[in-house]
């Protein structure tokens, strides 16, 4: 069977490269029939990927322990679901996920392109082909899933930290959001090369790139959350350079999503909308290539592996040719029209566009820093939190601003008087929340009190939007309030989805400021029947128990937990011990108030000899808010991507206008 | 501009990263990363973890180290392992909650 | 096991490469094998509809912003003029080319 396998991703292999080489040539002498073969080969490359990839997960289901993969990274005591995600827990099995889910990608993208954009196909076809051929080649050469060994009698078992529901999603997650971004690259570079300028591969990839986005955003809420509740240590993010990985092409990605409208708008920032596209691609190339090898010091360290060299080169080798072609091709893109005015909203995109580029900057330069540092003084130096949160405040506070002031602003020009009237609603309760949270004592963190207040305006706005839009709806069709909500979403989709989008980030934000700038820690070692306090909780340890769990032995501490006064039941928190895999976790007890979004989060840090226990209690307020803003998060986005029939027909009227008028 | 600016502050913010046989002789905090040997003694929570480290790879010679505060799950002899501090009179001071393993394989991190 | 990797191996082998060859295997003897591309003429269409497309969103959305109360009164009398004059001037410039379309349409069937 391992055979099976090697022969699989050779031949996608050798399609990836057909679909590449053909592809190019076909594209370049204009030969339809060679196209055609082209795209056939890259959806072949979609079968025969699946084929390797059903020959792993049988594998891993059979226990197959030939399977050196399968050895590594399962064991016999491992429930089924680890078993089915250890397929992505490892090195060689992630990156054949990875040629997966490009192959997959990229077969839907032809196939949903022979229609609504044929002529980009022919230069698009070649650009997915060299992707998938690194990869492939990545997984034939260099790093493979299907190397073969004696059996040994059990595997070495799955990582006890991985053993969790989030862990299962998250990386499949991440992996169709950076994958999902090769797409929009290659239709750009596609467009490129047909020397298009008009908007054809912005609309085509428009979706691909939204739910890449999404994905993304989904992804690192999940590895945050998973960190949050399985590694234990009171927070959710440590800016460690593979938590950045994802965070930055999501960063540039955000920003290519803003600054597409203004290319749809007014005809501008081509080259801009170009050079965003292939940013976001290289970083999630970037963050792959991050992920595999050892070459910056995180704590998610890796062994050194020859892949970081292939990596390098791959990324380097597509930075450069995407730009040399952007340059080639900057006298057709530069555009006639100038900005009208500095108050407006293509504006406030820019802007925003700005302090989005420069924040995913700084956090790339964070994590290279320790790199160029080597260098240039031979020794690694890193930058932390301190340096990321910096520079997070720096540009976060004024995007939430940004956030607050789009909306009310219209395109092209917005007089002053009309941008007076539009504020003064949002502004005003914006306002009105700062007071009252000074009075009620936020001013111990100016910066929290400043972000809760811009938070404020910017739900205003948004919910002034709403209330405005749905009723001038309802003046022109009459109905009631509910009819006319939904029918003013239905039909602008993308403006009342992106705002719901716009109002999950500052939930997220609020989770944010709360849990960080207003929460409290305290430590105390307690023993049996002792009372420690934080906050308005008071935290008595009863107990501590042993439990026998399926692959682990359960110490738990149980604890009787007060809210000012009033008892609210119980919370565990201890340590497993795991048989297979030698090792011990933290398992954090965290109790979540329903009603105030706060968390009591509990650390064991030492069970003594003596019986008595080390605790860490922290309070974090408002931090649950991070959680649900993931929800508000995908809703706004399903609205946002939800097909529209009436674009649909326009856009479809439009392209077939005009490829009649180039048959006849 | 934002060049200049980053650099000043990721020159001023940052923390040097060395293996404990360029300890010698450094004063000023810094982050040492190494292997865990010898027998660890002690309680980090009351008067102190105490361990020594030696380089990743190589048989250099071991610097001794006082931890106090959180142990991550993973720390154990031959475990690499990451803590900010600085060297006095031969020994190495540890900030508190500083210590980190890292995990030999995987995404995962290791914190405490 | 191996035997039967064998022969699933030789059978995705062999779909694949027909697969590959499908367009050359249906069509031996083409009328024409030419990739079509849109010439300078439809470029320059593409563009003005674009601009077409451009001129009448930007008047709804003006349209829209007025009636939602995000522009003003006067602003909306300021602006719709010259909006209005650019998606008639799009729609102009679009014509000779709509003309011979609608024709070409007309005679393709």
């Known amino acids: ?664 | 501009m934002l060049a200049i600016f980053l650099l000043y502050v990721s020159v001023a913010g940052g923390t040097p990263s060395i293996q404990p046989s360029q300890l010698h002789g450094r004063t000023g905090d810094v982050a040492l990363v190494g292997k865990v040997t010898g027998s660890p003694a002690g309680d980090a929570q009351a008067t102190g973890l105490r361990f020594r480290m030696r380089d990743v790879s190589g048989q250099s010679a071991s610097v001794p180290v006082v931890y106090r505060g959180s142990v991550p799950d993973m720390f154990k002899v031959g475990r690499e392992v990451r803590v900010e501090g600085r060297l006095q009179n031969g020994l190495f001071i540890a900030k508190k909650d500083s210590l980190r393993t890292k995990c030999p394989s995987k995404y995962v991190a290791k914190k405490t | ?109």
């Open chain 1, 1 to 664: 069977m391992p055979e099976l396998g090697r022969a699989a991703l050779a031949l996608s292999l050798g399609l990836a490269l057909y679909a590449l080489v053909a592809g190019a040539y076909a594209a370049a002498t204009r030969r339809r029939r060679l196209a055609r073969s082209a795209q056939n080969a890259l959806l072949a490359a979609f079968g025969s990927t699946g084929v390797a990839s059903i020959v792993l997960l049988g594998a891993l289901l059979r226990n197959d322990f030939s399977f050196t993969y399968v050895a590594e990274h399962t064991s016999r005591e491992l429930p089924t679901p680890y078993t089915i995600s250890a397929f992505w827990g490892g090195q060689e099995g992630s990156l054949l996920l990875w040629l997966l889910i490009l192959t997959g990608f990229s077969a839907a993208a032809v196939v949903l392109s022979r229609r609504s954009a044929p002529d980009l196909l022919p230069w698009v076809v070649p650009i997915l082909g060299l992707v998938a051929t690194f990869f492939a080649f990545m997984l034939v050469a260099v790093s493979s899933p299907f190397q073969t060994q004696l059996a040994p009698a059990d595997g070495a078992g799955l990582n006890p930290s991985l053993q969790n529901p989030y862990m299962m999603i998250h990386p499949p997650c991440l992996y169709l959001g950076y994958v999902g971004l090769t797409i929009p690259f290659a239709f750009a570079m596609g467009a490129l090369l047909s020397r298009r300028t008009d908007e054809l591969w912005i609309v085509a990839t428009r979706r691909w790139t939204l739910f890449a986005w999404t994905a993304l955003g989904i992804g690192q809420l999940l590895g945050s959350h998973w960190a949050y509740v399985e590694v234990g240590w009171g927070g959710y993010y440590a800016w460690d350079p593979v938590e950045n990985a994802a965070l930055m092409p999501w960063l540039a990605s955000t920003a290519f999503l803003h600054s597409v409208m203004i290319q749809e708008k007014r005809g501008m920032l081509k080259v801009w909308n170009v050079l965003l596209v292939i940013l976001a691609f290289c970083l999630a190339l970037f963050g792959t290539f991050l992920t595999r090898s050892g070459v910056i010091s995180s704590i998610h360290s890796f062994t050194q592996s020859p892949l970081g060299g292939w990596f390098l080169g791959f990324i380097c080798l597509i930075t450069l040719g995407s730009v040399a072609l952007v340059i080639s091709r900057l006298p057709i893109l530069r555009s006639k029209t100038r900005m009208e005015s500095l108050v407006s909203r293509e504006a406030t995109f820019l802007y925003n566009n700005l302090l989005l580029v420069a924040l995913c900057l700084t956090i790339l330069w964070g994590v290279v820093f320790p790199l160029v540092s080597e260098a240039v003084h031979g020794e690694q130096i890193t930058v932390s939190s301190p340096y990321y949160n910096f520079f997070l405040r720096i540009f976060g506070l004024p995007l939430l601003l940004l956030m607050a002031i789009g909306p009310l602003v219209a395109w092209r020009r917005a007089s002053l008087r009309s941008l007076g009237r539009s504020f003064a609603w949002p502004a005003g309760i914006a306002l009105a929340v700062g007071v009252v949270l000074l009075i009620l004592g936020a001013g111990s963190s100016w910066i929290g009190l400043l972000a809760y207040t811009f938070s404020a305006f910017v739900l205003g706005s948004i919910g002034y939007e709403f209330v405005r839009g749905t009723r001038a709806r309802r003046a022109l069709t009459g109905g009631t309030w509910a009819a006319a909500f939904v029918e003013l979403v239905g039909r602008n989709r993308r403006r009342y989805g992106g705002y719901i989008v716009h109002a999950a980030i500052v939930l997220l934000a609020i989770g944010i400021v709360g849990s960080s700038a207003y929460d409290t820690v305290r430590e105390r070692t307690l023993a049996p029947g002792q009372t420690m306090a934080v906050s308005h909780y008071d935290v008595k340890y009863d107990q501590l128990v042993r439990r026998n769990g399926a692959n682990a032995t359960e110490f738990r501490a149980i604890l009787d937990v007060k809210k000012n006064g009033r008892s609210v039941g119980t919370l565990e928190s201890g340590k497993n011990s795991y048989r297979a895999e030698q090792q011990t976790s933290n398992e954090v007890g965290i109790r979540s108030d329903p009603l105030t979004g706060e968390d009591l989060y509990v650390i064991t840090d030492q069970i003594n000899q003596n019986g008595t226990i080390a605790f860490k209690v922290l309070v974090k307020p408002l931090v649950n808010l991070i959680w649900i803003s993931g929800f508000v998060f995908l809703i706004g986005s399903l609205v946002a991507l939800w097909p529209s029939a009436a674009e649909q027909r326009r856009l479809a009227l439009r392209y077939r206008e005009l490829r009649a008028l180039a048959r006849a």
């Open chain 3, 1 to 109: 096991m191996t035997a039967l990797a064998l022969a699933i191996g030789a059978v995705l082998a062999v779909a694949c490469v027909v697969f590959v060859a499908l367009p050359f295997l249906r069509e031996p003897d083409p009328v024409e094998d030419r990739l079509d591309e849109p010439g300078a003429l439809e470029r320059r269409a593409l563009e003005l509809a674009e601009e077409r497309d451009r001129a009448l969103a930007a008047l709804k959305e003006l349209e829209f912003d007025h009636r939602t109360g995000k522009i003003s009164d006067e602003d909306y009398r300021e602006l719709v003029g010259p909006l209005r004059a650019r998606v008639a001037e799009a729609l102009r410039a679009l014509e000779p080319h709509a003309e011979s379309t609608e024709e070409r349409v007309h005679a393709a069937g």
